[in-house]
């Protein structure tokens, strides 16, 4: 599983899914802008996160092991039966930001 770059904050989620609430844009292949990372984290239940390239990798999420979205990768998700999950945005720190 990838990892956030040291530094990556928080700044924005969805609301919580579960299998009859995720939008069907999650579902297709999709990604995030240029500096934006996700992780992806299941309340309850399991979902399947797919990373579509530069190689494919397939990983089921769960409670306690959360998906790593680069920037601009392409993935999607699909819920394998009852999940209850939500997306956080993140981004990196430029140099000196947050810092006193």
């Known amino acids: ?24 844009a999650l579902l297709r292949r999709h990604d995030t802008k240029a500096g934006t990372w996700g992780r992806i984290h299941v309340l309850e239940g399991r979902l399947r996160y797919r990373i579509l390239e530069p190689a494919r990798e397939e990983h089921v999420l ?23 999950f939500y997306v956080e945005f993140l981004r990196e720190e430029s140099a000196g930001e947050g810092r006193t």
């Open 62 to 84: 769960e409670p306690g092991r959360d998906g790593i979205v680069e920037p601009q990768v392409p993935h999607e998700v699909e819920p394998l039966g009852p999940v209850r």
């Open 1 to 24: 599983m990838k990892a956030l770059p040291e530094g990556a904050r928080a700044y924005r989620r969805t609301p919580e899914f579960d299998e009859t609430s995720v939008p069907d």
